[in-house]
T-cell receptor, first 112, second 111 residues
Framework: KQEVTQIPAALSVPEGENLVLNCSFTDSAIYNLQWFRQDPGKGLTSLLLIQSSQREQTSGRLNASLDKSSGRSTLYIAASQPGDSATYLCAVDETSGSRLTFGEGTQLTVNP | DAGVTQSPTHLIKTRGQQVTLRCSPISGHKSVSWYQQVLGQGPQFIFQYYEKEERGRGNFPDRFSARQFPNYSSELNVNALLLGDSALYLC??????????FGPGTRLTVL
């Protein structure tokens, strides 16, 4: 059974800092990996999708990497802003769009 | 283009009642998935429908059921509600069984 773990559970940083969020998964036979952002009480916003054949994806200040063999992904946020404060969720898809297995998320607070 | 829409936004029910949640996918998307997110946890997969057929089911009791309509919208039904069913119910749609896009969710409170 696939298990996804996110470390740390919570992170508080000053504005402007670069930061890394970690995600690990137990079964490396994945189809893709997706990073999401969730604001309190809201739905999920897709940030980045990495296919199993890719090593990284970039969007603006966000960069996500994938190392399938070691079962790890990282989300790098450059020059953090207070508006980046949210919970960041990592999810793996093992079966071509059938289901996502999520981690419990990292709650990020960026202080002005 | 409108994103994934869900209704209602909030719902309060009592134990033993039944509830129906609704989801409209992004135009052109034929896959709809349902997830349950309990406070403080990541979402858990409940169902996926593709082209009106069930394509996957998570580890949820038979009290949970769903269907997809010819216009690709979907309903999630939960019977005999328990306190533990209180959660945010999320719907996601996908164009090509790849990237999934989520709606704002329905917050269900069971008293």
């Amino acid at each position: 059974k696939q298990e996804v773990t996110q470390i740390p559970a919570a992170l508080s940083v000053p504005e402007g800092e670069n930061l890394v969020l970690n995600c690990s998964f137990t079964d490396s036979a994945i189809y893709n990996l997706q990073w999401f952002r969730q604001d309190p009480g809201k739905g999920l916003t897709s940030l980045l999708l990495i296919q199993s054949s890719q090593r990284e994806q970039t969007s603006g200040r966000l960069n996500a990497s994938l190392d399938k063999s070691s079962g790890r992904s990282t989300l790098y946020i450059a020059a953090s802003q207070p508006g980046d404060s949210a919970t960041y969720l990592c999810a793996v898809d093992e079966t071509s769009g059938s289901r996502l297995t999520f981690g419990e998320g990292t709650q990020l607070t960026v202080n002005p | 283009d409108a994103g994934v829409t869900q209704s209602p936004t909030h719902l309060i029910k009592t134990r033993g009642q039944q509830v129906t949640l609704r989801c409209s996918p992004i135009s052109g998307h034929k896959s709809v998935s349902w997830y349950q997110q309990v406070l403080g946890q990541g979402p858990q997969f409940i169902f996926q429908y593709y082209e009106k057929e069930e394509r996957g089911r998570g580890n949820f009791p038979d009290r949970f059921s769903a269907r997809q309509f010819p216009n690709y919208s979907s309903e999630l039904n939960v019977n005999a509600l328990l306190l533990g069913d209180s959660a945010l119910y999320l719907c996601a749609s996908s164009l090509n069984l790849n990237e999934q896009f989520f709606g704002p969710g329905t917050r269900l409170t069971v008293l």
